[in-house]
């Protein structure tokens, strides 16, 4: 496999899958445009080779779809799903000793490889300024790395074996960074980079820390690897590069020898400074916070370095393909992590973390047929203690009974569940908990709510396809899926006023007469838009909703400290508080027009 990130390049430009582009490209704004319109077009790798203000070239959309990602992997992919697949059950090893047998010389060989300070030789010394500093949309705080794999390692065990490599947001210029001096540093304390940085906190000494950009490319990826308890990053990193990650230490500081730049420093206790805002992977801005700065120590560079770069924004986006590829390797992972659990979908439309389809099971009372959630509740709430999947808003579990389910066909899973919900018994909220940092639509940074919604049994009622009279005499009123209408109403004057204005909504609805086939009423500012299909719909309700306080219900009670109603409705408006959306620059877009006319580099690739 490839040893570092120039051969990953020539081989897919040898098989046709990435194209050079030669012309000056601006990093201001510029390089992120192209690469939104080639991604758009699902087109292939871009190779950078003339980047304004500085020597260095980039590369992005290397994993722009799933096949590519698969063809990068292709002689390791396998062996990489074996390991993985013996991690998550270790007694198949038993059971099987002589299959794993390749597995468990696959994983020995991967082990990372420490080797002389003689080794650096391919690197020099350069600043942060020297470095392709990449501004993707018009309100970014500055610069940012959006694929680095950074490095720390527990305070209290030094060594490789017990470190942390992660992909957290880092700002390099803006905001009140001292030029080549500071960088920030975005992650929450949860992280194994927060872990680390509390017991160094209490030690009162600084986190050294390293950022490794480049590399081969299972580098990058194993930044961003939910593993399973017992194998490092930097284990996976060896097994899907088929090559041992080589590293050694300068100043206190581990290098990886075949990362294309390093960049090491100091994260100071207590010691913050705003960062961002910066345009995020749920189509919105995520706004100025204070957040770690790291003091640069140095910055390291090889002679023919190659910076690889995404773009972050409403999905799909390149790190759709990432999750795809995650998905792919870790393969049946959740049931060996959640007894019972078939399948979670953390949906991409609507920004990964907030919305997540499950399908689990019903085996509580074998001997009788079941009509209700019982076995599912149970499981819900597993799904929301694991991991990433605690910083989801809304879950939607089931179970398969008479036909089989399939959480990523979206609209037919979500009907199935409408088919069968009891809004009355079977909607289960959790309030004031924490959701994604990135997510403005709670109460706070971190801060909002959770909804379960659970169904299970026969069906309960059949779904409209066309708008409900009662519905008709509400503002462009359209079916956006079976059982599921958008309305339009004013945009918030004070959000203070949202649930007196809602209940009264609620009321009018009752009025009209009952809406038995129509389980859900979605309130938005451009129902056309919601309505224009499920990855709008998905965006726009589950991204601009907080559980708690953006759900309502025609003929809503609370009984035993239990809410229900008979038809749900999610206020899905843009609220005061939220980010403001991303939003390309008009003249930059007529700017790169250059590229994609005949004789310019991509002028074949897209109409």
């Not at 871009?46 to 070239?57: A, H, P, Q, Y």
């Not at 069906?459 to 009123?477: A, D, G, S, W």
């Not at 559980?547 to 999610?570: A, L, Q, T």
């Amino acid at each position: 496999m490839y040893r570092n990130l120039e051969e990953c390049i020539l081989d897919l430009e040898k098989h046709g899958q990435l194209v050079r582009i030669k012309e000056e490209v601006d990093p201001d704004l510029e390089m992120a445009a192209i690469h939104l319109k080639v991604f758009d077009a699902n087109g292939p790798a871009l190779l950078f080779e003339n980047v304004k203000g500085s020597k260095f070239r980039a590369v992005s959309n290397l994993f722009g779809n799933i096949e590519r990602s698969k063809f990068i992997f292709r002689k390791t992919l396998e062996a990489t799903q074996s390991v993985i697949a013996l991690r998550n059950d270790p007694m198949s090893a038993l059971k099987n000793p002589f299959k794993h047998v390749s597995s468990g010389i696959t994983a020995t060989k991967a082990l990372p490889l420490k080797k002389s300070t003689s080794a650096m030789s391919d690197f020099k010394e350069i600043e942060i300024s020297d470095l392709p500093l990449i501004h993707h949309w018009p309100d970014d705080g500055g610069a940012f790395i959006t694929l680095p794999q950074v490095y720390s390692e527990d305070p209290t065990k030094p060594g490789m074996m017990n470190a942390n490599l992660g992909m957290y947001r880092v700002q390099l210029n803006g905001n009140e960074y001292e030029e080549n001096k500071e960088i920030g540093l975005h992650y929450q304390i949860h992280r194994g980079i927060g872990v680390h940085q509390e017991k160094a906190n209490r030690l009162g000494k600084p986190l050294k820390v390293s950022i490794f950009v480049g590399g081969p490319p299972a580098h990058t990826l194993a930044a961003v690897m939910p593993l399973p308890e017992g194998l490092s990053e930097l284990t996976f990193a060896g097994l899907l590069s088929g090559r041992r990650f080589r590293h050694t230490y300068v100043d206190g500081y581990c290098i990886s020898l075949d990362a294309d730049f390093v960049i090491t420093g100091e994260i100071h206790p207590e010691e913050t400074k705003p960062e961002g805002p910066f345009g995020d992977h749920l189509g919105y801005y995520s706004l100025t916070h204070d957040f770690p700065v790291m003091k640069v120590h140095k910055v390291y560079a090889k002679e023919q370095a190659i910076w690889p770069f995404t773009v972050v924004g409403r999905p799909p986006q390149e790190d759709t393909a990432f999750g795809d590829l995650i998905h792919e390797i870790t393969g049946d992972a959740i049931k060996q992590e959640i007894p019972g659990v078939k399948e979670v979908h953390a949906v991409d439309a609507a920004g990964v973390h907030p919305l997540l389809f499950a399908i689990g099971s019903e085996r509580y009372t074998p001997y009788q047929k079941v009509e209700r959630p019982t076995e599912l509740l149970t499981q819900s709430n597993r799904i929301l203690g694991t991991g990433q999947l605690s910083l989801a808003k809304y879950l939607f579990i089931t179970a398969e009974d008479k036909e089989p389910l399939a959480t990523r066909n979206e609209e037919a899973f979500l009907a199935h569940m409408l088919e069968r919900i009891d809004l009355k018994r079977d909607i289960h909220f959790q309030t004031n908990t924490t959701i994604d940092t990135l997510d403005y639509s709670g109460t706070g940074l971190n801060t909002g709510s959770k909804v379960i919604f659970a169904a299970y049994g026969e069906k309960k009622r059949e779904l409209c396809e066309e708008v409900p009279k009662p519905l008709k005499n509400f503002t462009n009123p359209n079916v956006i899926m079976p059982g599921a209408v958008a309305v339009e109403a004013p945009p918030f004057t004070s959000y203070e006023n949202a649930e007196e204005e809602m209940r009264g909504i609620a009321k009018e609805i009752e009025k009209q007469g009952p809406l038995t086939t129509c389980p859900f009423i979605i309130l938005c500012d451009d129902s056309t838009f919601v309505s224009e299909s499920m990855h709008n719909f998905l965006w726009a309700t589950f991204t601009r909703s907080n559980p708690s306080h953006d759900i309502y219900g025609v003929k809503s009670f609370y009984e035993y400290k239990h809410w229900g109603c008979e038809n749900v409705i999610i206020d899905a408006r843009i609220k005061p508080h939220h980010a403001p959306p991303l939003i390309p620059n008009e003249e930059v877009m007529k700017n790169i027009e250059r590229f994609f006319v005949e004789g310019g580099s991509l002028g074949r690739l897209v109409n």
